[in-house]
Protein backbone atom coordinates (compact mmCIF):
# COMPACT_ATOMS: atom_id res chain seq x y z
CA UNK A 1 0.00 0.00 0.00
CA UNK A 2 3.06 2.53 0.73
CA UNK A 3 4.10 1.78 -2.62
CA UNK A 4 1.25 3.43 -4.05
CA UNK A 5 1.65 6.92 -5.90
CA UNK A 6 -1.28 8.79 -5.36
CA UNK A 7 -1.66 11.17 -8.06
CA UNK A 8 -5.38 11.73 -7.92
CA UNK A 9 -5.36 14.92 -5.36
CA UNK A 10 -8.39 16.03 -7.54
CA UNK A 11 -10.42 13.65 -6.94
CA UNK A 12 -9.79 13.74 -3.10
CA UNK A 13 -6.78 15.18 -1.50
CA UNK A 14 -4.97 12.74 1.31
CA UNK A 15 -5.09 14.38 5.00
CA UNK A 16 -2.59 15.88 6.69
CA UNK A 17 -1.44 14.54 9.90
CA UNK A 18 -2.77 17.80 11.63
CA UNK A 19 -6.03 17.62 10.10
CA UNK A 20 -6.27 13.94 12.00
CA UNK A 21 -4.74 14.72 15.13
CA UNK A 22 -7.80 18.08 15.42
CA UNK A 23 -10.10 15.63 14.39
CA UNK A 24 -9.22 12.90 16.40
CA UNK A 25 -8.67 15.04 19.66
CA UNK A 26 -11.99 16.46 18.96
CA UNK A 27 -13.59 12.86 18.99
CA UNK A 28 -11.52 12.09 22.06
CA UNK A 29 -11.52 15.17 24.16
CA UNK A 30 -14.25 17.44 23.31
CA UNK A 31 -17.01 15.64 21.86
CA UNK A 32 -20.74 16.88 22.22
CA UNK A 33 -23.93 18.01 19.97
CA UNK A 34 -23.56 21.46 18.94
CA UNK A 35 -25.93 24.36 19.08
CA UNK A 36 -28.64 22.15 21.62
CA UNK A 37 -26.57 21.89 25.00
CA UNK A 38 -25.93 24.80 27.38
CA UNK A 39 -23.43 23.14 29.60
CA UNK A 40 -19.70 23.59 28.97
CA UNK A 41 -18.74 20.93 26.91
CA UNK A 42 -21.82 22.01 24.58
CA UNK A 43 -20.79 25.59 24.40
CA UNK A 44 -17.41 24.75 24.22
CA UNK A 45 -18.27 22.86 20.74
CA UNK A 46 -20.36 25.86 20.03
CA UNK A 47 -17.57 28.03 20.17
CA UNK A 48 -15.60 25.62 17.85
CA UNK A 49 -18.25 25.72 15.13
CA UNK A 50 -18.31 29.20 15.46
CA UNK A 51 -14.09 29.59 15.41
CA UNK A 52 -14.45 27.40 12.40
CA UNK A 53 -17.37 29.24 10.11
CA UNK A 54 -15.35 32.26 11.02
CA UNK A 55 -11.99 30.77 9.35
CA UNK A 56 -13.79 29.66 6.13
CA UNK A 57 -15.34 33.10 6.08
CA UNK A 58 -12.30 34.79 6.46
CA UNK A 59 -10.54 32.03 3.73
CA UNK A 60 -13.40 33.40 1.18
CA UNK A 61 -13.46 36.69 2.11
CA UNK A 62 -17.26 37.06 3.17
CA UNK A 63 -19.18 37.29 6.52
CA UNK A 64 -19.88 34.15 8.81
CA UNK A 65 -23.07 34.43 8.29
CA UNK A 66 -23.02 34.01 4.35
CA UNK A 67 -21.37 30.63 5.01
CA UNK A 68 -23.16 27.62 5.88
CA UNK A 69 -22.11 24.24 6.27
CA UNK A 70 -23.09 21.55 3.50
CA UNK A 71 -22.39 17.83 2.89
CA UNK A 72 -20.08 18.91 -0.06
CA UNK A 73 -20.36 20.63 -3.93
CA UNK A 74 -22.20 18.41 -5.08
CA UNK A 75 -25.04 18.86 -1.77
CA UNK A 76 -24.49 22.86 -2.40
CA UNK A 77 -25.17 22.46 -5.88
CA UNK A 78 -28.12 20.62 -5.39
CA UNK A 79 -30.22 23.15 -2.49
CA UNK A 80 -28.82 26.13 -4.51
CA UNK A 81 -30.72 25.24 -7.59
CA UNK A 82 -33.62 24.03 -5.24
CA UNK A 83 -33.42 27.53 -3.16
CA UNK A 84 -33.64 29.54 -6.74
CA UNK A 85 -36.39 27.32 -8.29
CA UNK A 86 -38.39 27.46 -5.32
CA UNK A 87 -37.85 30.76 -3.19
CA UNK A 88 -35.64 33.10 -5.12
CA UNK A 89 -37.24 33.22 -8.38
CA UNK A 90 -41.10 33.25 -6.77
CA UNK A 91 -43.05 30.91 -9.71
CA UNK A 92 -40.25 29.48 -10.13
CA UNK A 93 -37.90 29.20 -12.80
CA UNK A 94 -40.32 28.29 -15.77
CA UNK A 95 -39.47 30.42 -18.64
CA UNK A 96 -36.45 31.40 -17.13
CA UNK A 97 -33.07 31.06 -18.87
CA UNK A 98 -29.98 28.57 -17.01
CA UNK A 99 -26.53 29.34 -18.35
CA UNK A 100 -24.43 26.20 -18.05
CA UNK A 101 -21.16 25.61 -19.85
CA UNK A 102 -19.23 22.20 -21.43
CA UNK A 103 -17.01 22.66 -18.15
CA UNK A 104 -19.68 21.72 -16.03
CA UNK A 105 -19.19 18.79 -14.11
CA UNK A 106 -22.26 16.74 -13.58
CA UNK A 107 -22.85 18.11 -9.84
CA UNK A 108 -23.58 21.60 -11.24
CA UNK A 109 -25.31 21.28 -14.10
CA UNK A 110 -27.45 18.01 -14.01
CA UNK A 111 -29.51 19.81 -11.40
CA UNK A 112 -30.73 22.46 -13.67
CA UNK A 113 -30.46 20.17 -16.85
CA UNK A 114 -33.15 17.96 -14.74
CA UNK A 115 -35.56 20.90 -14.54
CA UNK A 116 -35.00 21.86 -18.19
CA UNK A 117 -36.03 17.99 -19.36
CA UNK A 118 -39.48 18.40 -16.92
CA UNK A 119 -39.93 21.97 -19.02
CA UNK A 120 -39.39 24.33 -16.02
CA UNK A 121 -36.75 26.27 -17.26
CA UNK A 122 -34.39 26.78 -20.79
CA UNK A 123 -30.47 26.52 -21.18
CA UNK A 124 -28.37 28.12 -23.31
CA UNK A 125 -24.56 27.26 -23.14
CA UNK A 126 -21.73 29.83 -21.80
CA UNK A 127 -19.45 30.13 -25.12
CA UNK A 128 -16.41 29.27 -25.12
CA UNK A 129 -12.84 30.14 -27.04
CA UNK A 130 -10.58 27.53 -28.68
CA UNK A 131 -8.44 26.80 -25.60
CA UNK A 132 -11.65 25.77 -23.78
CA UNK A 133 -12.22 28.91 -21.65
CA UNK A 134 -15.32 30.65 -20.92
CA UNK A 135 -16.04 33.52 -23.02
CA UNK A 136 -17.10 37.28 -21.73
CA UNK A 137 -18.05 38.06 -24.97
CA UNK A 138 -20.90 37.05 -26.94
CA UNK A 139 -22.67 35.53 -23.88
CA UNK A 140 -26.24 34.84 -24.32
CA UNK A 141 -28.69 36.60 -21.59
CA UNK A 142 -29.43 34.55 -18.61
CA UNK A 143 -31.31 34.35 -15.45
CA UNK A 144 -29.32 32.30 -13.53
CA UNK A 145 -25.34 31.84 -14.45
CA UNK A 146 -23.24 28.38 -13.24
CA UNK A 147 -20.02 29.33 -13.58
CA UNK A 148 -17.29 26.64 -12.86
CA UNK A 149 -14.48 28.45 -11.67
CA UNK A 150 -11.86 25.65 -12.73
CA UNK A 151 -12.66 22.42 -14.79
CA UNK A 152 -11.68 19.34 -13.03
CA UNK A 153 -10.42 18.40 -16.84
CA UNK A 154 -8.85 21.11 -17.88
CA UNK A 155 -7.27 22.70 -15.18
CA UNK A 156 -7.68 26.66 -15.98
CA UNK A 157 -8.86 29.17 -13.58
CA UNK A 158 -11.82 31.10 -15.17
CA UNK A 159 -12.41 34.74 -14.92
CA UNK A 160 -15.16 34.69 -12.68
CA UNK A 161 -15.14 38.15 -11.97
CA UNK A 162 -15.20 39.23 -15.40
CA UNK A 163 -18.11 36.25 -16.54
CA UNK A 164 -20.24 37.71 -13.45
CA UNK A 165 -19.80 41.33 -15.03
CA UNK A 166 -20.50 40.15 -18.21
CA UNK A 167 -23.50 37.93 -17.66
CA UNK A 168 -24.87 41.58 -15.21
CA UNK A 169 -24.57 43.48 -18.40
CA UNK A 170 -27.26 41.46 -20.42
CA UNK A 171 -29.18 41.10 -17.06
CA UNK A 172 -28.86 43.09 -13.88
CA UNK A 173 -30.53 40.57 -12.13
CA UNK A 174 -29.10 37.35 -13.15
CA UNK A 175 -28.52 34.97 -10.42
CA UNK A 176 -24.99 33.68 -10.50
CA UNK A 177 -23.60 30.19 -8.99
CA UNK A 178 -19.88 29.25 -9.12
CA UNK A 179 -18.58 25.86 -8.48
CA UNK A 180 -15.33 26.09 -6.79
CA UNK A 181 -14.46 22.62 -6.51
CA UNK A 182 -11.09 22.78 -7.73
CA UNK A 183 -10.45 26.65 -8.04
CA UNK A 184 -10.44 26.51 -4.40
CA UNK A 185 -7.11 24.27 -3.87
CA UNK A 186 -5.05 26.26 -6.08
CA UNK A 187 -5.90 29.80 -5.88
CA UNK A 188 -7.55 32.18 -3.37
CA UNK A 189 -11.24 32.73 -3.36
CA UNK A 190 -12.53 36.39 -3.07
CA UNK A 191 -16.36 36.32 -3.47
CA UNK A 192 -16.71 40.17 -2.90
CA UNK A 193 -14.42 40.60 -5.68
CA UNK A 194 -16.50 37.61 -7.77
CA UNK A 195 -19.44 39.58 -6.76
CA UNK A 196 -20.99 36.29 -7.35
CA UNK A 197 -24.73 35.15 -5.79
CA UNK A 198 -23.77 31.53 -4.58
CA UNK A 199 -20.25 29.45 -4.12
CA UNK A 200 -20.14 26.17 -2.94
CA UNK A 201 -16.74 24.17 -2.55
CA UNK A 202 -16.14 20.53 -0.95
CA UNK A 203 -14.00 20.08 2.47
CA UNK A 204 -12.10 16.74 0.94
CA UNK A 205 -10.70 17.80 -2.00
CA UNK A 206 -8.74 20.86 0.55
CA UNK A 207 -7.10 17.98 3.10
CA UNK A 208 -10.19 18.34 5.54
CA UNK A 209 -12.56 15.61 5.52
CA UNK A 210 -15.70 13.59 3.54
CA UNK A 211 -18.99 14.69 4.33
CA UNK A 212 -18.67 18.27 4.51
CA UNK A 213 -19.10 20.64 2.45
CA UNK A 214 -19.21 25.07 2.26
CA UNK A 215 -22.12 27.08 0.63
CA UNK A 216 -21.45 30.81 0.26
CA UNK A 217 -25.06 32.70 -0.03
CA UNK A 218 -24.49 36.67 -0.49
CA UNK A 219 -27.95 37.47 0.40
CA UNK A 220 -29.02 34.58 3.00
CA UNK A 221 -32.02 36.77 4.40
CA UNK A 222 -33.22 37.96 0.95
CA UNK A 223 -34.19 33.94 0.19
CA UNK A 224 -37.13 33.93 2.73
CA UNK A 225 -37.48 30.16 3.28
CA UNK A 226 -35.12 27.35 3.71
CA UNK A 227 -34.64 24.19 2.00
CA UNK A 228 -34.10 22.15 4.33
CA UNK A 229 -35.93 21.31 8.01
CA UNK A 230 -35.61 19.75 10.48
CA UNK A 231 -33.78 20.85 14.47
CA UNK A 232 -32.09 23.82 14.80
CA UNK A 233 -33.12 26.02 12.21
CA UNK A 234 -36.76 27.40 14.16
CA UNK A 235 -36.72 29.73 16.40
CA UNK A 236 -40.14 29.70 17.64
CA UNK A 237 -43.61 28.24 16.52
CA UNK A 238 -46.76 30.67 16.80
CA UNK A 239 -50.16 29.77 17.39
CA UNK A 240 -52.71 27.77 19.33
CA UNK A 241 -51.73 24.16 19.58
CA UNK A 242 -55.63 23.30 19.55
CA UNK A 243 -56.53 24.25 16.16
CA UNK A 244 -53.30 22.93 14.63
CA UNK A 245 -52.45 26.43 12.67
CA UNK A 246 -48.46 26.49 13.95
CA UNK A 247 -46.54 29.09 11.70
CA UNK A 248 -42.59 29.16 12.27
CA UNK A 249 -40.08 31.51 12.72
CA UNK A 250 -36.95 31.11 11.27
CA UNK A 251 -33.75 31.35 12.61
CA UNK A 252 -31.26 33.69 11.41
CA UNK A 253 -28.66 32.82 8.91
CA UNK A 254 -26.88 30.32 8.44
CA UNK A 255 -28.63 28.24 11.40
CA UNK A 256 -31.73 28.44 8.99
CA UNK A 257 -30.06 26.62 6.23
CA UNK A 258 -28.19 24.10 9.00
CA UNK A 259 -31.34 21.33 9.70
CA UNK A 260 -30.28 18.21 11.88
CA UNK A 261 -27.03 18.11 13.64
CA UNK A 262 -23.98 19.53 11.35
CA UNK A 263 -20.99 16.84 10.87
CA UNK A 264 -18.74 18.50 13.35
CA UNK A 265 -15.80 16.03 13.16
CA UNK A 266 -15.13 17.49 9.94
CA UNK A 267 -15.91 21.06 10.72
CA UNK A 268 -12.82 20.50 13.53
CA UNK A 269 -10.92 19.50 10.82
CA UNK A 270 -11.48 22.55 8.05
CA UNK A 271 -9.64 25.47 9.83
CA UNK A 272 -6.90 23.72 10.18
CA UNK A 273 -7.20 21.71 6.39
CA UNK A 274 -7.76 25.31 5.30
CA UNK A 275 -4.32 26.51 7.20
CA UNK A 276 -2.39 23.84 6.22
CA UNK A 277 -3.42 24.26 2.51
CA UNK A 278 -2.78 28.14 2.34
CA UNK A 279 0.98 27.18 3.26
CA UNK A 280 1.55 24.10 1.14
CA UNK A 281 -0.62 24.33 -2.23
CA UNK A 282 0.19 21.54 -4.48
CA UNK A 283 3.82 21.91 -6.78
CA UNK A 284 2.91 22.49 -10.24
CA UNK A 285 6.39 22.27 -11.79
CA UNK A 286 5.40 18.20 -10.78
CA UNK A 287 2.64 19.11 -14.05
CA UNK A 288 5.16 20.71 -16.44
CA UNK A 289 7.56 18.45 -15.96
CA UNK A 290 5.43 15.34 -16.77
CA UNK A 291 3.61 17.95 -19.47
CA UNK A 292 7.20 18.40 -21.03
CA UNK A 293 7.84 14.48 -20.58
CA UNK A 294 5.32 12.90 -21.68
CA UNK A 295 4.86 15.46 -24.88
CA UNK A 296 7.73 13.98 -26.11
CA UNK A 297 5.76 10.71 -26.35
CA UNK A 298 3.93 10.61 -29.64
CA UNK A 299 2.18 7.77 -28.10
CA UNK A 300 0.51 9.91 -25.87
CA UNK A 301 -1.65 12.96 -26.43
CA UNK A 302 -2.26 15.68 -23.59
CA UNK A 303 -4.82 18.11 -24.11
CA UNK A 304 -4.59 20.38 -20.73
CA UNK A 305 -1.81 23.11 -21.46
CA UNK A 306 1.52 23.65 -19.68
CA UNK A 307 0.24 25.56 -17.31
CA UNK A 308 -2.61 23.72 -16.04
CA UNK A 309 -2.99 22.64 -12.35
CA UNK A 310 -3.19 18.99 -13.90
CA UNK A 311 -2.05 16.93 -16.73
CA UNK A 312 -5.53 15.60 -18.82
CA UNK A 313 -3.99 13.70 -21.60
CA UNK A 314 -5.11 9.82 -23.60
CA UNK A 315 -3.66 7.05 -25.56
CA UNK A 316 -5.39 6.90 -29.00
CA UNK A 317 -4.19 2.81 -29.48
CA UNK A 318 -5.43 1.89 -25.75
CA UNK A 319 -8.97 1.92 -24.16
CA UNK A 320 -8.66 4.61 -21.35
CA UNK A 321 -9.79 1.53 -18.51
CA UNK A 322 -7.45 -0.64 -19.61
CA UNK A 323 -4.66 2.02 -19.37
CA UNK A 324 -5.67 2.94 -16.21
CA UNK A 325 -6.06 -0.91 -15.13
CA UNK A 326 -2.27 -1.15 -16.17
CA UNK A 327 -0.79 1.69 -14.29
CA UNK A 328 -3.45 0.90 -11.27
CA UNK A 329 -1.60 -2.73 -11.48
CA UNK A 330 1.67 -0.85 -11.21
CA UNK A 331 0.94 1.37 -8.42
CA UNK A 332 0.20 4.48 -10.06
CA UNK A 333 -3.42 6.19 -8.14
CA UNK A 334 -5.00 8.57 -11.25
CA UNK A 335 -8.08 9.11 -12.81
CA UNK A 336 -9.65 7.62 -16.21
CA UNK A 337 -12.89 8.08 -17.68
CA UNK A 338 -15.32 10.71 -18.22
CA UNK A 339 -14.53 12.57 -14.79
CA UNK A 340 -18.30 13.33 -14.15
CA UNK A 341 -17.47 15.57 -16.67
CA UNK A 342 -19.14 14.38 -19.81
CA UNK A 343 -20.14 17.48 -21.50
CA UNK A 344 -16.48 18.57 -22.16
CA UNK A 345 -15.29 15.02 -23.17
CA UNK A 346 -18.16 15.23 -25.78
CA UNK A 347 -16.76 18.82 -26.45
CA UNK A 348 -13.08 16.97 -27.22
CA UNK A 349 -14.60 14.33 -29.39
CA UNK A 350 -13.48 11.80 -26.55
CA UNK A 351 -15.38 9.17 -24.44
CA UNK A 352 -12.79 9.44 -21.55
CA UNK A 353 -9.05 10.65 -20.72
CA UNK A 354 -6.85 10.43 -17.81
CA UNK A 355 -6.15 12.54 -15.09
CA UNK A 356 -2.71 13.50 -13.29
CA UNK A 357 -3.49 15.78 -10.14
CA UNK A 358 -0.85 16.15 -7.52
CA UNK A 359 -1.28 17.46 -4.11
CA UNK A 360 1.70 18.66 -1.41
CA UNK A 361 2.33 15.15 -0.41
CA UNK A 362 3.62 14.64 -3.62
CA UNK A 363 7.38 15.10 -4.90
CA UNK A 364 9.52 15.06 -8.09
CA UNK A 365 10.64 11.26 -6.83
CA UNK A 366 6.57 10.41 -7.89
CA UNK A 367 6.12 11.93 -10.89
CA UNK A 368 9.19 10.89 -12.65
CA UNK A 369 8.48 6.95 -11.10
CA UNK A 370 4.77 7.69 -12.49
CA UNK A 371 6.11 8.54 -16.20
CA UNK A 372 8.91 5.90 -16.26
CA UNK A 373 5.26 3.48 -15.63
CA UNK A 374 3.30 5.29 -18.57
CA UNK A 375 5.66 5.36 -20.85
CA UNK A 376 6.78 1.53 -20.17
CA UNK A 377 2.83 0.39 -20.65
CA UNK A 378 2.54 3.19 -23.54
CA UNK A 379 5.74 1.93 -25.35
C1 LIG B 1 -15.47 20.88 -10.59
C2 LIG B 1 -16.16 19.95 -9.65
N1 LIG B 1 -17.40 20.24 -9.24
C3 LIG B 1 -18.07 19.45 -8.40
C4 LIG B 1 -17.52 18.30 -7.90
C5 LIG B 1 -18.31 17.43 -6.96
O1 LIG B 1 -17.71 17.42 -5.72
P1 LIG B 1 -18.23 16.40 -4.58
O2 LIG B 1 -18.20 15.04 -5.20
O3 LIG B 1 -17.24 16.59 -3.49
O4 LIG B 1 -19.59 16.83 -4.20
C6 LIG B 1 -16.24 17.94 -8.30
C7 LIG B 1 -15.62 16.67 -7.84
O5 LIG B 1 -14.81 16.08 -8.49
C8 LIG B 1 -15.53 18.79 -9.19
O6 LIG B 1 -14.30 18.49 -9.60
Not at 2 to 21: C, G, H, Q, R, T
Not at 330 to 352: F, Q
Amino acid sequence: MNNIIYLDAAASALKPEVVINAETKFLRESYANAGRGICARASNVDNMIANARAHVAKFINAKPEQVVFTAGTTDGMNRITRIINDKVCGAGLKNKTVMVSDLDHHSARLPFELLYDSDSCNIVLCPMDAQYNLMCSDMPYADVFVITAMSNVMGIPQDVAGLVAAARKKNPDVITVVDAAQYVVHSEIDVQKWDCDFMCFSAHKIGADTGLGIMYIKNPERWISPDKFGGGMISKITGSATEHDACFQWENAPAKFEAGTLPLTQIIGLPVAIDYLSANRPDLNLIKYLYDRLSENHRIKIITPRDSTLLTFYVPDMHILDFGASVGARGVCLRVGNMCASWIHRALGLNGTARISVGAWNTMDDVVRAADIIENIVG
